[in-house]
C-alpha cells in the first residue's frame, strides 16, 4: 500500500495530511472500524470508475415539497458526481492508484469548466451547500497531483470564489444556514481565505447561540414538518452534521470551536446530547405523536463518528456499533473510515 502525499500543497481543508498517514496506517494494521470501511470504500469506488460528468449547463433545483421529483432529479447530478469524486479521492490517497485520481480529476474539472448559469431560487443555493462540498474535498485530496494542470487548478479556484461561494445560504436561521456555513469555511480552508474563515466562525457562534433552546433541542428543527415533528428528528441531524463538520474545518485552521459556549450558555454538546437518545429511541421523541413506524431519518447519524471521541455518548455508541461503516450522501461520505475510533465504554 502506497500513500501519495502532495505537499507541499498539502490537504488541508476536511483531512490533514498527519490523519491520512493515520489512515493508511490502520489500514496496514487492519485496525477496525477504519479497515472494514476502507473495504466499503474500495468497493464503492470502483463503481465510480465510469461515471461520466453530468454537470448542467444551468443549476436550478426546485423545491422539494412542491416538486419532489424534479428536486431529486436536478440536485442528484451534483450528488452524485461530487460523491464520487470524494470516494475516488480517497481511495487514491491510500491506494495510489492513479486510475482513481484521474476519474476523480475529470470530475472535479467538469464543474468547474462546463457549469455556465446558475440560479438562487428555491432549493438552489441549500441543494448546492450541501452536496458541493464533497467535490471540494476531493479537490483537496489531489493537490499537487502532476497530472492536474496549473491552469486546472487556477480554474478551479476561480470556479470556487467566483460561482461556488456565491450560492451559499449562510445567511437562513435553520439548517439551511448550516449547510451555506459549511460550504463558506469550505472554499475558505481550501483558499486560504483568513476573512471567509473567521466569518464562518463568527456565524457558527452565532448559530450556537440562536438554535439551541435550554434543553439543547433545536428550535427550528424539532416540529418539521408543519408543526407535526414527523420530520423533526431528521432535521434535527440535518443541523447538527453540517455544523460538525465546518466545526471539523474550522479546527484544521486553527479555530477550535468544539468546546464553544455561547453567552446564553449553550453549546454544540448540549444539542447533541439531547438528539442522541432521541435518535437511539425515536418513541422517546417528543415533538412527534404519531406512529413511531413514520417517524423518518433518526438513523442519519454518521456524524457521531466525528462527536463520539470527542464527547463518549452511551447512545451514540449504540448506534454507531450497529449501523458502521457510516456514510452520508451529503457533503461528507465515509465518515466511518475517515474520522471513526474504536468504540470505549461511554459514560451515560
Not at 444551468?58 to 422539494?64: I, L, Q, S
Amino acid at each position: 500500500m502506497t500513500h501519495p502525499s502532495s505537499s507541499p500543497t498539502a490537504a488541508r481543508v476536511f483531512l490533514s495530511e498527519a490523519r491520512l498517514a493515520e489512515l493508511a496506517a490502520r489500514i496496514a494494521r487492519d485496525v477496525e472500524p477504519t479497515a472494514g470501511a476502507y473495504r466499503a470504500l474500495l468497493a464503492e469506488a470502483e463503481k465510480c470508475l465510469q461515471r461520466e460528468p453530468h454537470v448542467p449547463d444551468y443549476w436550478f433545483v426546485p423545491g422539494y415539497y412542491g416538486d419532489p421529483e424534479g428536486h431529486r432529479e436536478s440536485k442528484g447530478v451534483l450528488e452524485g458526481d461530487a460523491n464520487a469524486a470524494y470516494t475516488l479521492a480517497l481511495a487514491y490517497r491510500m491506494s495510489g492508484e492513479e486510475r482513481y485520481a484521474d476519474q476523480a480529476l475529470r470530475l472535479v474539472n467538469a464543474w468547474a469548466t462546463s457549469l455556465t448559469d446558475t440560479d438562487f431560487r428555491q432549493d438552489s443555493t441549500l441543494s448546492f451547500s450541501y452536496h458541493f462540498p464533497a467535490l471540494l474535498f476531493a479537490a483537496d485530496l489531489l493537490r499537487g497531483h502532476p497530472r492536474w494542470t496549473a491552469e486546472e487548478q487556477r480554474t478551479w479556484e476561480l470556479f470556487l470564489r467566483d460561482v461556488a461561494l456565491p450560492l451559499n445560504c449562510m445567511d437562513r436561521q435553520n439548517n439551511w444556514g448550516n449547510w451555506g456555513l459549511l460550504l463558506v469555511c469550505a472554499v475558505g480552508a481550501y483558499l486560504d481565505d483568513d476573512s471567509l474563515l473567521a466569518s464562518g466562525a463568527e456565524r457558527w457562534k452565532e448559530f450556537i447561540a440562536t438554535q439551541i433552546a435550554e434543553d439543547g433541542h433545536l428550535t427550528h428543527e424539532v416540529g418539521r414538518n408543519n408543526g407535526t415533528g414527523d420530520h423533526g428528528l431528521w432535521y434535527s441531524h440535518f443541523s447538527l452534521m453540517p455544523q460538525t463538520l465546518a466545526a471539523e474545518i474550522l479546527r484544521l485552521r486553527g479555530i477550535d470551536l468544539f468546546d464553544y459556549a455561547a453567552p446564553n450558555g449553550r453549546t454544540l454538546r448540549m444539542a447533541y446530547e439531547r438528539l442522541t437518545p432521541w435518535a437511539r429511541r425515536p418513541e422517546t421523541f417528543p415533538y412527534y405523536q404519531g406512529d413511531v413506524s413514520r417517524l423518518g431519518g433518526a438513523r442519519y447519524v454518521s456524524y457521531y463518528e466525528i462527536l463520539n471521541p470527542r464527547w463518549p455518548n452511551a447512545d451514540a455508541q449504540a448506534m454507531l456499533e450497529t449501523l458502521r461503516p457510516l456514510t452520508a450522501t451529503h457533503s461528507a461520505p465515509h465518515l466511518t473510515f475517515t474520522h471513526g475510533e474504536p468504540l470505549e465504554e461511554a459514560a451515560g
